[in-house]
């Protein structure tokens, strides 16, 4: 068989693929391998600033769980081997891009409403190993409403022994603002709660995404509200690594939310830093984040 059709066949594959999916991210300085455990678009959440319409709420069944890992040998296959950056899709990527960053389990939904989730980890884990990919990082983008589960608790355990990364959201200092952004029937509570627990075990970024409601940013006393949910996490005993504070970079399915300005971005950033002293990095509604 040609490169030339070998290329094009792993081409295809990928293209195809249902819940594996290479994205070249300025953010992660290279390659992230992405992994959709919600293609079925179902979460515990409806933000509003969501690129997904949704309206549905329930747990996720597992399913086709052996396609997911036949998906994710294959692209670990294309990274480790460079073959990837020879695909009509990637052949263009500059030099110092050329690497792989990370796994990052994110997608439609919640990731970790999967019933199996901590076994599904488990068995990526041994994957990313089998093909010396052990410098590559797992990332976990979820949204904390299932850390007090004991099977999620376990996956949690799973990323920090490869190289894990747990990426949670907090959009809100109140309540009502939570629920608002949210909109879920998940108390807030029961979120802030899953940030300490987690927290308490590794250092955590927290994922803060900051919008115009119907031309309205958030009110300074929202984020102040959100500083003090930050500094009780820390305060209690929860280590948090980095806030990233960012905006809305792509069309939500939700007409009424816009992006923040640059300079709001930067000044909640700031606030961030000065009321909690911790480190804050910055996205804004240009940037891929």
Not at 79 to 85: P, R, V
Not at 204 to 224: A, N, R, Y
Request: with cysteine; aromatic share 8%.
């Amino acid at each position: 068989m040609s490169t030339h059709h070998l290329h094009t066949q792993h081409q295809r594959t990928f293209e195809g693929n249902r819940f594996v999916y290479p994205v070249l991210s300025r953010r992660s300085k290279g390659l992230s391998v992405g992994v959709n455990l919600n293609p079925d678009k179902i979460c515990n959440f409806d933000c509003i600033y969501c690129q997904v319409d949704r309206r549905t709420e329930s747990e996720v069944r597992f399913v086709e769980s052996e396609r997911y890992f036949q998906e994710l040998e294959e692209m670990l296959d294309l990274c480790a081997s460079g073959e990837i950056f020879h695909t009509a899709k990637f052949a263009e990527t500059p030099e110092h891009l050329r690497r792989v960053n990370d796994i990052a389990f994110s997608g439609d939904g919640e990731p970790t409403t999967y019933k199996n989730f901590d076994e599904l980890i488990d068995r990526s884990a041994q994957i990313k190993r089998k093909h010396g990919l052990d410098d590559v990082k797992m990332v976990l983008i979820t949204n904390a409403t299932m850390f007090h589960r004991p099977h999620v608790q376990r996956g949690l355990e799973i990323f920090d022994a490869n190289q894990g990364e747990i990426w949670a959201k907090l959009d809100a200092g109140t309540e009502s603002y939570y629920r608002t952004i949210e909109r879920t029937k998940i108390p807030f509570q029961r979120v802030l709660d899953n940030l300490l627990l987690a927290a308490k075990v590794r250092p955590l970024v927290i994922q803060s995404m900051f919008l115009k409601l119907l031309g309205e940013s958030p009110t300074p006393q929202e984020i102040s509200a959100f500083c003090d949910r930050l500094n009780e996490i820390t305060h209690a005993g929860g280590e948090i690594k980095l806030v990233q504070v960012y905006t809305v970079a792509r069309k939500p399915a939700e007409s009424i939310v816009t992006p923040l300005e640059d300079a709001e971005v930067d000044a909640i950033a700031q606030a961030v830093r000065d009321r909690t002293g911790l480190r804050a990095e910055v996205y804004y509604g240009s940037s891929d984040y």
